[in-house]
């Protein structure tokens, strides 16, 4: 399969990850091979039904380094979700306690702490409205398995698409996008910005904003 690459040079690649392929076991060898080189190490994940915007590091100081800036939350990340109904205020910050239960391969919203729970904590802005489906721009502040799918589930606004979760809608794919990463190149330091609109169809083509209205970008530096 030839994965779409927006940037690479010897340190990093910058890539749209296909959906239903698996971020940490499917990638890295399709990425040796399409650039010809020995390693290639996995720094973030996205679900395996989930496509997007990725970085992968080409050398391991490399992804050292693009770790250090996800630790200290400089590593800035924005999807694009199409949920059910209409999220209420139109922008919020969601803060919750997730519990992922490996057997399961489910995350859920706890009340307390205890082990294996974490904080998860994203913001929201509604975009658009059709077809009782909303369009939301989100912005991740934690990486939890499953985060962005849970809290806004909790909130009876599952992911079309998203089963798992309590979508009705058996009639596409998960409706999330990992639309822009900005980070600083690990080796040069100069701040990066790489992002892509979601692919055609249902139901990303319901929603103008999807791929304009102020939403349109490059997949340049």
Same mark, same amino acid.
């Given at each position: 399969?030839?994965? @779409?690459?927006?940037?690479? +040079?010897?340190?990093?690649?910058? *890539?749209?990850?296909?959906?239903?392929?698996?971020?940490?076991?499917?990638?890295?060898?399709?990425?040796?091979?399409?650039?010809?080189?020995?390693?290639? %190490?996995? /720094?973030?994940?996205?679900?395996?039904? /989930?496509?997007?915007?990725?970085?992968?590091?080409?050398?391991?100081?490399?992804?050292?380094?693009?770790?250090?800036?996800?630790? +200290?939350?400089?590593?800035?990340?924005?999807?694009?979700?199409? /949920?059910?109904?209409?999220?209420?205020?139109?922008?919020?910050? &969601?803060?919750? &306690?997730?519990?992922?239960?490996?057997?399961?391969?489910?995350?859920?919203? /706890?009340?307390?702490?205890?082990?294996?729970?974490?904080?998860?904590?994203? +913001?929201?802005?509604?975009?658009?409205?059709?077809?009782?489906?909303?369009?939301?721009?989100?912005?991740?502040?934690?990486?939890?398995?499953?985060?962005?799918?849970?809290?806004?589930?909790?909130?009876?606004?599952?992911?079309?698409?998203?089963?798992?979760?309590?979508?009705?809608?058996?009639? *596409?794919?998960?409706?999330? %996008?990992?639309?822009?990463?900005? %980070?600083?190149?690990?080796?040069?330091?100069?701040?990066?910005? %790489? *992002?892509?609109? @979601?692919?055609?169809?249902? @139901?990303?083509?319901?929603?103008?904003?999807?791929?304009?209205?102020?939403?349109? *970008?490059?997949?340049?530096?």
């Amino acid at each position: 399969m030839d994965i @779409p690459l927006l940037f690479h +040079d010897k340190y990093i690649a910058v *890539c749209l990850k296909p959906p239903g392929l698996d971020s940490e076991a499917d990638m890295p060898v399709l990425l040796s091979e399409r650039l010809a080189v020995p390693s290639v %190490f996995c /720094v973030h994940r996205l679900d395996r039904a /989930v496509g997007g915007v990725m970085v992968y590091a080409l050398r391991r100081e490399s992804a050292a380094g693009l770790s250090r800036q996800m630790a +200290d939350g400089r590593f800035q990340k924005e999807y694009l979700a199409v /949920v059910h109904g209409r999220p209420e205020p139109d922008a919020d910050t &969601l803060r919750d &306690l997730l519990y992922h239960d490996r057997g399961r391969n489910k995350s859920f919203v /706890v009340s307390r702490r205890r082990a294996g729970v974490k904080e998860a904590v994203l +913001d929201y802005r509604v975009l658009e409205e059709a077809e009782n489906l909303s369009l939301l721009s989100v912005r991740l502040h934690t990486g939890r398995t499953h985060q962005i799918r849970v809290q806004l589930a909790a909130r009876r606004h599952p992911l079309a698409g998203d089963g798992k979760y309590g979508s009705p809608r058996r009639d *596409c794919a998960i409706a999330l %996008f990992s639309r822009e990463l900005g %980070f600083c190149h690990p080796q040069m330091g100069e701040a990066l910005r %790489f *992002c892509a609109p @979601p692919p055609p169809g249902f @139901p990303w083509e319901l929603f103008h904003a999807a791929y304009n209205g102020g939403l349109t *970008c490059d997949t340049s530096k």
